[in-house]
């Protein structure tokens, strides 16, 4: 992708569904054999790996112009291979569904990732606590259920895991009695699940709390349903519209999902205004000061949102301190950042940032989503032209940014894809 900085933005940008909502309500389709209307899906790779893990398991997956017709298959192959799981993670979070409703999953291991080494640990012991037996051969996990299907149990999460929690809760709505979640994750996308479950006839309690109550129906059912906005390419377009002079209006989000996120911008000098819950505006700033933020799970600063705020500190006049806590090696795009120019130091966990620096167009590489993204913005806020290697990670989750830029008034284009 070739960006050439510098260059106001001005008007409308659309926001997307949410991919990391959109993926659990495709694999939610397995369990039942009725029909599954999803709109609002993002046209992402990240979505197209799902849909095709979903037909490979033998589920009939129409695609739409805005999302998906599935309708789950009556004889499945219960199996995520390895092909599917190592280009996405996420591949992982078919095994409650399968073992819930099918009695039986067989999911490849996911092994590391750019961000960290992201066990799955916690999905299996839940799994078990619901009485499924897992053994693990050839790289593959398997859990089988007993022989009546999976039992109610209670579940307390280590430390909140936004999949493990969507996981479990797609494996305990189809099992026989009550189950408990202590220290589940609360992330908008886990309610959104409950409330695309809770249409399919599942009977769920407190999904967005700490504490989620599932008593267990014998079936599912077909039903529609409209996957939330994507917060974090929200988020992504506040801080394209704050870097660079003009104005942005950023419609159909929900700004009750980026409070934590708002709050530091406008701390940082930001003018962010709503005129609705769904709309959002933002001006160019040019008197930026440094805030600190520490990543936490939801409601707290999230960390899909941590590289593009640094980003956006580089342009900052002070220093930032940015704490990385959920994950242990998210800082990939900060050797990236440092060769465009900017002034940062990393130690342990922690990042400090000292700005404003004079960014300047550079050949930078990808390395994963949120990092693809965090360079996307310091080339829009950098002088010169910079040409961003493997987009493919961009790709992955933002639905069709350069598009959406290039509506605004950006310079960017996909030079090779
Ligand atoms: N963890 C474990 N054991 C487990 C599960 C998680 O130790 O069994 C650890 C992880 O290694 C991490 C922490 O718990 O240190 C939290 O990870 P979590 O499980 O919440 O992450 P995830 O469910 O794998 C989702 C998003 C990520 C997002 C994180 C945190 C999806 C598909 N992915 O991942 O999104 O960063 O939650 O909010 O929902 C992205 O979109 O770029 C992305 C990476």
Redesign the pocket.
């Known amino acids: 992708m070739r960006i050439e900085g510098g260059r106001p933005l001005s008007g409308t940008v659309q926001i997307s569904g949410a991919?990391?909502a959109a993926?659990p309500a495709l694999a939610a389709t397995l369990l039942t054999e009725g029909q599954v209307t999803l709109s609002g899906i993002p046209p992402v790779a990240d979505i197209r790996t799902m849909a095709r893990l979903l037909a490979r398991i033998g589920a009939a997956v129409e695609e739409r112009s805005d999302g998906y017709r599935v309708r789950g298959a009556s004889e499945p192959e219960p199996t995520a291979p390895y092909d599917l799981v190592k280009t996405m993670?996420?591949s992982s979070l078919v095994l409650g569904p399968l073992a819930g409703h099918y009695g039986r999953a067989r999911v490849s291991l996911p092994g590391g990732c750019a961000?960290?080494?992201?066990?799955?640990?916690?999905?299996l012991t839940g799994l078990k606590a619901l009485g499924a037996s897992i053994g693990q051969e050839r790289g593959y996990i398997e859990a089988v259920a007993p022989r009546g299907g999976l039992v109610g149990g209670r579940i307390r999460f280590?430390?909140?895991?936004?999949?493990?929690t969507e996981d479990l809760l797609m494996a305990a709505v189809l099992a026989k009695g009550e189950s408990v979640f202590e220290n589940a994750?609360r992330?908008p996308?886990v309610v959104d699940l409950a409330d695309l479950l809770t249409k399919m006839g599942a009977r769920i309690e407190g999904a967005g709390t700490r504490t989620i109550h599932v008593e267990g129906v014998p079936s599912l059912h077909g039903t529609e349903h409209r996957i939330i906005p994507d917060r974090?390419e929200t988020g992504t377009y506040l801080v394209a519209g704050a870097l660079t002079a003009g104005r942005l209006t950023i419609r159909g989000t929900r700004r009750e999902h980026l409070e934590r996120v708002i709050e530091r911008m406008r701390a940082a000098g930001c003018r962010i205004g709503s005129p609705d819950a769904n709309t959002l505006e933002i001006d160019g700033c040019t008197d930026l000061t440094a805030v600190d933020i520490t990543t936490r799970?939801h409601p707290g600063f999230?960390?899909?949102m941590q590289a593009q705020f640094m980003a956006l500190m580089t342009q900052a006049s002070g220093t930032s301190k940015v704490v990385e806590t959920?994950?242990?090696n998210r800082f990939m795009h900060v050797l990236e950042l440092q060769r465009m120019g900017a002034d940062i130091r990393i130690s342990g966990n922690t990042a400090v940032i000292r700005g404003p620096a004079q960014l300047s167009g550079a050949q930078v590489m990808a390395s994963?989503?949120?990092a693809s993204a965090c360079l996307v913005l310091g080339a829009l806020a950098a002088r010169g032209t910079t040409t961003l290697h493997r987009i493919y990670h961009l790709q992955r989750?933002y639905a069709n940014m350069a598009e959406k830029l290039r509506a605004v008034g950006a310079r960017v284009e996909i030079v090779d894809a």
Do not use: C
């Not at 961000?115 to 999905?123: L, T, V």
């Not at 280590?158 to 493990?164: A, C, D």
């Open positions: 991919k990391n993926l993670r996420a961000i960290g080494a992201r066990p799955i640990d916690m999905h280590r430390r909140p895991t936004v999949t493990g994750a992330e996308e974090i799970e999230p960390t899909d959920v994950f242990e994963d989503l949120r989750g």
